[in-house]
T-cell receptor, first 116, second 111 residues
């Protein structure tokens, strides 16, 4: 497949449990983004990677959220001690070029996280 | 977190009608984007705008980058049932790569 893939597509967690969400970007894409989309809302930025470097993590809501991209390809978003307010769809997007003015972000289908 | 003001919140129209939606911000943006999101899927880019005043078309879709750089408009002509979905505007400002999304417009088209 040529698109961004995410796994799992659905995750149910008990409050307090740790979860890990995976993103496989389009091959060769330098930039990778994570967004959080609450029900009925638009996506909200969480964090941004350029290759393996995390250049912007200003959108991470708390220190329970952690993202990594160790080899500049696959990325994992980890949420520790999940809370009910963490329930949302987590979207990953990737982009090819480095220039902010023209890159197109391609989104994956998202992981729907439900915290009970 | 910050979200752009998008209106209308929802639209219920007959097939063949034209549709208009808009997005406004109190801040200046240097890029405006319009996305469509189907249930269970991620947003798909429809149109990208990079200059104030720019008017761009993609088939039946036309979008404009407001001259003040604080707003954008999307028009869909002769709507068809497959236009159903949620439409989001998104803006980018400064040198940042992150997108700020609007609150979304739900479009329903009745055949």
């Amino acid at each position: 497949g040529a698109g961004v893939s995410q796994s799992p597509r659905y995750k149910v967690a008990k409050r307090g449990q740790d979860v890990a969400l995976r993103c496989d970007p389009i091959s060769g894409h330098v930039s990778l983004f994570w967004y959080q989309q609450a029900l009925g809302q638009g996506p909200e930025f969480l964090t941004y990677f350029q290759n393996e470097a995390q250049l912007d993590k200003s959108g991470l809501p708390s220190d329970r959220f952690f993202a990594e991209r160790p080899e500049g390809s696959v990325s994992t978003l980890k949420i520790q001690r999940t809370q009910q307010e963490d329930s949302a769809v987590y979207l990953c997007a990737s982009a090819f070029v480095l220039a902010a003015s023209t890159d197109t972000q391609y989104f994956g289908p998202g992981t729907r996280l439900t915290v009970l | 977190g910050q979200q752009l003001n998008q209106s209308p919140q929802s639209m219920f129209i007959q097939e063949g009608e034209d549709v208009s939606m808009n997005c406004t911000s109190s801040s200046i943006f240097n890029t405006w984007l319009w996305y469509k999101q189907d249930p269970g899927e991620g947003p798909v880019l429809l149109i990208a705008l990079y200059k104030a005043g720019e008017l761009t078309s993609n088939g039946r879709l036309t979008a404009q980058f407001g001259i003040t750089r604080k707003d954008s408009f999307l028009n869909i002509s002769a709507s068809i049932p497959s236009d159903v979905g949620i439409y989001f505007c998104a803006g980018r400002r400064g040198a940042t790569n992150k997108l700020i999304f609007g609150t979304g417009t739900l479009l329903a088209v009745q055949p």
